[in-house]
C-alpha cells in the first residue's frame, strides 16, 4: 500500500517524460513593466480646464504675445543670440505640436461635456415623468372631491327644505285648530280659550 503513490507518480513521468508534471502548480510569472492606472475622470477634469483655457481672451493675448516676441527676437537679435531664422521653421512646429494635443484635449472636453448633458436631460424627463403623473393624481382627485361635494347638502337646499317644513307644520297647526271648533277644549273663556287658538292659528 505504501508503493502505491510512487507508482502512480512513476507512471505519471511516463507518460509526459518532457513537460512539467501535473500535480506540480506552476508558479507565477512576473512582468517587468509596472501597469498603472490611469484615472479618466482626473485627466477629464484637465482637458475641460484646459480647453476651458483656450477658449479664454486670456490664452489668446498670451499666445500673441509670444509670437509676436519669437518673431522680434529672431528677426532682429544677433546671429549668435537667434535659435530660429526667418522662415521660423521652429515656431512653426511648436504651434503644430499644440495643435495636434488641444484638438484631442477639446473633443474629449466636448464629450464630457455631451455625456454630462444626457444626464441632465435624463433627469430632467424623470422629472418631467413625476410632475405629469402628480398632476394626473391631482386631476383625479379634484374630480374625486368635485363629485363628493356635488352630493352634499348646499346651504340653499337646506333653507328651501327647511321653509317648506315649516308650511307644513304651520298647515298642520291650522288643521287643527279649525276641527276643534267651539267645543274643543280652551276654545271659550278659559285660560287657554280663544286667545290661544289665536296663537295657534299665528
Known sequence: MADAPRERTRRLEQVRPDG????????TRRRLGVRRSLDSDTFGVF?????RFMGTAQ?????TLVVVVWILWNRFAPDALAYDAYPFIFLTLILSLQASYAAPLILLAQNRQEMRDKVIAEQDRQANARAH?????????????????????????VRSELRSLLAELDRDADGTGVAGGPGAPGASGGPGGSSGATDRSR
Open 20 to 27: 512539467p508534471r501535473l500535480d506540480t502548480p506552476q508558479g
Open 47 to 51: 482637458a475641460e480646464q484646459f480647453a
Open 59 to 63: 490664452f489668446l493675448i498670451y499666445m
Open 133 to 157: 403623473a402628480d398632476m394626473e393624481f391631482l386631476a383625479r382627485e379634484v374630480a374625486s372631491l368635485r363629485m363628493a361635494v356635488g352630493e352634499v347638502a348646499t346651504r340653499d337646499f
